[in-house]
């Protein structure tokens, strides 16, 4: 839908069309567009081709690099850089915004920041150029007057704090299943994500409920952390006050409550910086999938049998080794540990990071003990691709300090080796001093589509103890994640440790690699060993994809061995994805086409001879393809019979909601369900939403009704006209853009594009400026005739249109009532003024016509 200042330019162009044209002996008289010369109004300002002085929608261009979008005033020029006889209205706010140095111009210092600049005149060799029929506006300016910057800069001028708000982020899933017996099981699970935004401030806090009926203790309620934080813009860093976790670049990421000012280097541009990881994994049944950081639920979920890949994880902490845990249909438990970790941490010369932290450790065991302790590291960017580190850890019963170097090497990738002394007490009251040395490595083979993302390896002494295994308050133990009392170590068991059997040697990789068009491969593992034990704790992963003409399939293989608890684990899994929609129907049902609809078929093996076998139907439905839905039949072996499932889940405005039901050959059948979403209040209102993100947008734009909002599936403005839109990346341009197809009648926008730029945490607002009112055709008379072809037309609050044949003239987002101005030539007797009262059903009508003299 256009705004009312395209058109302005509708009519213009036609009438510069029969003007003096490009070619300078051919002459359009204007006499021709009517018999009668008083019905045409004076045209000579289009002449040569000049066009309207008014407001248009135009792209801005500096330097030939687009900057934005936005409404530039036009004004008439009596030296016009090009033929449209129009200079833009360029104020030393919007150079500023474009890092133009101002401050080497003196003389504008005086200047008010709305003030319109002829830019030639102010800045030499600076031009300007409009592209009428492109709508295109080329700003020229010389690069020495332009603020020296890395690519991608933005000034934290233009940072924004956000709006003080209140949100709430919920996300619950739930499930009630049967089984063979006629026993029933519930089990809930509730994150609840709160916070208050007051200027740069943000209080956060995260707890869970869970329940299960079976459990001992039925009900459990987690109160993970509470922390506040703020971006200190000088020194390029956050603070945090509460709980969270230290940073893992040098030392383990450890909980703690206290006090954390750390590097952000989310505030450097993309040019000058330097991972939630995807967990992946095979289910043989329908199965509910946990994952735990730090003895903590940080994420829930149901899968359906063969290979999974979790890749919205939000972890509670920077790094730390996850805990996953796959529980099947028949009650049988899959645990495994999927390393979590950083790739080499290099700076670019001259870049400091760091660290300074005090609190108390904390953690979600009762088998740990809340010591106090001070942490700090500091990483810094040297000559020559170069970067050195180090840090230090103490507690009362611990210390420890580290040393490293990392370097760039080239074609080679990146490296870093660091070393670390630690002196600790342990529960039993021995003193133990050793060394670990560690050793990281990445590469990215660009050419060949090779990401290796990290190897690393790790070898410690036999007194060597980390601070976190230093906090145990006995020699060996273990957590049991069932609730249930146990005489004996059981198969749920996640966290289980001997300090006795301290760690030795460590080994991860991760690596992907592109294959052509026809797919990828991955591999993952990591292997640690003990001291005194030929114990392993093993890990290792891998895939292929592939796509040709939309078939695509996949190929996962898993191996996981714990040390001391079970018989290694082996599965592997087969998928095929089969595109119908692409098929069964031609591209030009655009209906059709624009929903997916793909067949599937998988099968899984846990290479004991259990096999599951299952093919189905799944796609998306609806406009924004925000709803989907899968319906799966199987088989598996060894007694458990046929297997079934139906599934759906819908993305709104308002939030996420899935439901499924699944059964199984053994009598058992569960349905499991879940919602997720926001509540924000502002101060404009309640706004409901999609799951938030660490940072979010409000987009404001009252009046407008259910307009969607571009790029973000099932996202629409509410009844008063305000959406959320979740994860926004913070210190960068984020463009917002409403969906003007979608615009009620009586409403028009001044823009349809906003951008902002968030501090990390930060509700910021983006603003449309609405106009609501009628659309009006407009027959408009003088002194008995009907005002003549060309006059322009313009309102109070500034928009213009033009009138064309007959008197008439289109004019939409007007008010009630008011003044039009209406002028066809510079004499008095050539302008006039008319009011206007419209119908109190005005705008209900798509177009109100209306007669009025004009004196």
Request: proline fraction near 4%; glycine fraction near 10%; include cysteine.
């Amino acid at each position: 839908m256009l705004t009312i200042h395209y058109r302005i330019s509708a009519l213009a162009a036609f009438i510069a069309i029969f003007s003096v044209s490009s070619f300078a002996d051919e002459y359009f008289n204007p006499a021709f567009l009517s018999g009668n010369p008083s019905a045409i109004a004076d045209l000579s300002r289009f002449e040569g081709g000049a066009q309207a002085p008014g407001i248009y929608r135009v792209d801005v261009y500096l330097n030939d690099r687009f900057q934005s979008r936005k409404d530039i005033r036009f004004l008439t020029s009596d030296t016009p850089a090009d033929d449209t006889g129009l200079t833009p209205c360029l104020t030393p706010g919007m150079l500023t915004k474009m890092r133009v140095n101002l401050e080497n111009l003196p003389a504008l210092k005086a200047q008010k920041p709305d003030a319109c600049l002829n830019l030639p005149s102010v800045i030499e060799g600076a031009t300007t150029q409009f592209d009428f029929e492109g709508l295109r506006l080329d700003i020229t300016i010389p690069q020495a007057m332009m603020m020296n910057s890395a690519r991608g800069y933005i000034p934290p001028s233009q940072w924004d704090e956000g709006i003080n708000a209140l949100l709430l982020d919920y996300n619950f899933t739930g499930s009630n299943s049967e089984d063979g017996t006629g026993s029933e099981s519930d089990d809930f699970f509730l994150g609840l994500n709160s916070g208050i935004n007051v200027g740069p401030w943000r209080l956060r806090d995260y707890s869970t409920w869970s329940y299960n009926n079976k459990r001992n203790n039925k009900s459990e309620l987690q109160h993970i952390n509470t922390w506040l934080e703020r971006a200190i813009i000088p020194l390029r860093s956050e603070l945090v006050v509460g709980d969270s976790s230290t940073q893992s670049d040098i030392f383990d990421s450890i909980g703690f409550r206290g006090v954390q000012l750390a590097s952000d280097d989310n505030m450097l541009p993309d040019s000058l910086r330097g991972f939630a990881p995807t967990i992946h994994g095979i289910a043989r049944s329908h199965a509910r999938v946990t994952v735990r950081q730090k003895g903590y639920v940080i994420y829930q979920s149901y899968v359906p049998p063969g290979a999974f890949a979790i890749t919205d994880l939000f972890p509670t902490s920077s790094s730390g080794d996850l805990i996953v845990e796959v529980k099947e249909s028949d009650g049988s438990l899959d645990i495994y540990t999927v390393p979590y970790s950083s790739v080499p941490v290099l700076q670019r010369e001259g870049h400091i990071k760091y660290t300074l932290t005090a609190g108390k450790y904390r953690s979600n065991s009762d088998q740990q003990d809340e010591v106090s302790f001070v942490q700090s590291t500091m990483i810094w960017g040297l000559p020559a691709g170069f970067t050195a580190y180090g840090g230090f850890q103490t507690t009362q019963d611990y210390q420890s300090v580290a040393l490293g170097t990392g370097a760039n090497i080239g074609d080679f990738g990146a490296l870093s080796f660091d070393v670390t002394q630690a002196n600790s007490v342990l529960a039993d009251e021995s003193k133990h001093s050793g060394t670990s040395l560690r050793f990281l490595y990445s590469k990215s083979l660009q050419n060949m589509g090779t990401s290796l993302q990290l190897v690393g390896y790790r070898y410690s002494t036999e007194g060597f103890y980390t601070l976190e295994e230093s906090t145990r308050n006995q020699m060996t133990g273990y957590v049991d994640n069932s609730g249930d009392e146990v005489s004996a170590i059981p198969a749920s068991v996640s966290d289980y440790y001997n300090l006795h059997n301290n760690k030795r040697e460590k080994i991860q990789i991760n690596v992907s690699q592109q294959l052509g068009d026809s797919g990828s491969l991955y591999i993952s593992g990591s292997r640690q060993n003990y001291w005194r034990s030929d114990e392993h704790n093993t890990l290792l992963q891998a895939g292929y994809s592939g796509n040709i003409s939309g078939v695509s399939w996949t190929l996962n293989v898993s191996y996981n061995k714990i040390p001391g608890l079970r018989e290694a684990d082996q599965r592997v899994a087969l998928g095929v994805s089969l595109p119908l929609s692409q098929w069964l129907f031609p591209a030009s049902d655009i209906t059709h086409q624009s929903h997916n609809t793909y067949a599937t078929s998988s099968v899984s093996s846990d290479m004991h001879g259990r096999t599951t076998q299952s093919a189905g139907l799944s796609g998306t439905l609806l406009e924004d393809n925000n709803l989907s839905y899968s319906v799966q039949q199987g088989y598996q072996n060894r007694g458990g019979g046929t297997n079934g499932a139906v599934s759906a889940n819908y993305d709104g405005a308002w939030g996420s909601a899935n439901a499924a039901y699944n059964y199984s050959g053994n009598h058992y059948q569960q349905v499991n369900y879940g919602l997720s979403g926001a509540i924000v209040a502002h101060r404009n209102g309640v706004t409901f939403s999609q799951p938030l993100g660490d940072t979010n947008v409000l987009v404001a734009a009252p009046g407008a009704e259910d307009v969607k909002v571009e790029d973000n599936a099932g996202i629409q403005t509410d009844w008063r006209g305000y959406a959320i839109v979740p994860y926004a990346t913070t210190y960068r341009l984020n463009r917002m853009a409403l969906d003007t197809t979608t615009l009620p009648d009586n409403v028009d926008l001044d823009e349809t594009v906003v951008s902002v730029v968030p501090t990390r945490g930060a509700l910021v607002r983006a603003q449309f400026r609405t106009h609501i009112g009628a659309r009006v055709l407009l027959t408009l008379t003088h002194a008995g005739k009907k005002v003549p072809f060309g006059a322009l037309v313009s309102t109070a609050d500034g928009n213009s249109s033009i009138v064309g044949d007959d008197g008439q003239v289109y004019l939409s987002g007007l008010a009630s009532h008011g003044l039009l101005t209406v002028s066809w030539g510079k004499s008095a007797s050539q302008q006039c003024v008319t009011e206007y009262v419209l119908p109190k059903d005005a705008a209900n009508n798509t177009i109100n016509k209306l007669t009025r003299a004009c004196q």
